[in-house]
C-alpha cells in the first residue's frame, strides 16, 4: 500500500468520526434545553474525569506505538502499525467526547455541553494531513 492511499484513508476515516461526533452533540443541544446546574454529582463529575485520564493516556500510547513504528523498515507494516495506532488514539478522544454527550444528554448540565465541544475541536485539531503522518512515521515524501 502507498502512504498516499494510507493518508487518504486515515482522512475519510477521521472525517467520518469528527462528522459523527458534530451530528450527535448538534443534535443533543438541539433537543435538550442546557441549564446550569451544580457539578456535585459524580455523573457530571465522570466526563472530567475521564477525559482526564483518557487524553493522555492516548497522547502516551500514540508516543509509545510511533517510537516502536520508526525502528520498522517495512513501509507496509508501518503503515499497518501506525493505522492502528491512530485508530486507538482517536477511540480514546472520541470516547472521552461521547461521554461528555450522553451525560449532557442525561442532566442537562451546560458544563458538559462546553466540556464536549472542546473535545471536538480537540479531536478536529489532529487531522491526518501528510505533514503529520511523514514527520510521524519519520519517511520522507516518496
Same mark, same amino acid.
Given at each position: 500500500?502507498?502512504? #498516499?492511499?494510507? !493518508?487518504?484513508?486515515?482522512? $475519510?476515516?477521521?472525517? /467520518?468520526?469528527? !462528522?459523527?461526533? =458534530?451530528? @450527535?452533540?448538534g *443534535?443533543?443541544? $438541539? =433537543? %435538550?434545553?442546557? +441549564?446550569?446546574? #451544580? &457539578?456535585?454529582?459524580?455523573?457530571t +463529575? $465522570?466526563?472530567?474525569?475521564? /477525559?482526564? *485520564?483518557?487524553?493522555?493516556?492516548?497522547?502516551?500510547?500514540?508516543?509509545?506505538? !510511533?517510537?516502536?513504528? =520508526? +525502528? !520498522?523498515?517495512?513501509? %507496509?507494516? #508501518? *503503515?499497518t502499525?501506525?493505522?492502528?495506532?491512530?485508530?486507538?488514539?482517536? &477511540?480514546?478522544?472520541?470516547? &472521552?467526547?461521547?461521554? &461528555?454527550? =450522553?451525560?449532557?444528554?442525561?442532566? #442537562?448540565?451546560? +458544563?458538559?455541553?462546553?466540556?464536549?465541544?472542546?473535545?471536538?475541536?480537540? $479531536? /478536529?485539531?489532529? @487531522?491526518?494531513?501528510?505533514?503529520?503522518?511523514?514527520?510521524?512515521?519519520? *519517511?520522507?515524501?516518496?
Amino acid at each position: 500500500m502507498e502512504i #498516499k492511499t494510507l !493518508i487518504r484513508q486515515l482522512q $475519510f476515516l477521521f472525517s /467520518a468520526f469528527l !462528522i459523527a461526533q =458534530v451530528t @450527535f452533540l448538534g *443534535i443533543v443541544s $438541539f =433537543v %435538550h434545553e442546557p +441549564q446550569t446546574l #451544580k &457539578a456535585n454529582s459524580l455523573l457530571t +463529575q $465522570f466526563p472530567f474525569i475521564t /477525559a482526564s *485520564i483518557l487524553l493522555p493516556f492516548a497522547y502516551w500510547f500514540f508516543r509509545k506505538q !510511533i517510537d516502536n513504528i =520508526v +525502528q !520498522i523498515n517495512d513501509l %507496509h507494516e #508501518k *503503515i499497518t502499525a501506525y493505522r492502528a495506532a491512530c485508530l486507538i488514539k482517536w &477511540a480514546c478522544f472520541e470516547g &472521552a467526547t461521547l461521554l &461528555a454527550i =450522553v451525560v449532557f444528554f442525561l442532566t #442537562k448540565n451546560t +458544563q458538559l455541553q462546553y466540556l464536549a465541544a472542546f473535545l471536538v475541536v480537540h $479531536f /478536529a485539531l489532529h @487531522f491526518p494531513n501528510n505533514v503529520r503522518v511523514y514527520r510521524d512515521l519519520q *519517511i520522507s515524501e516518496l
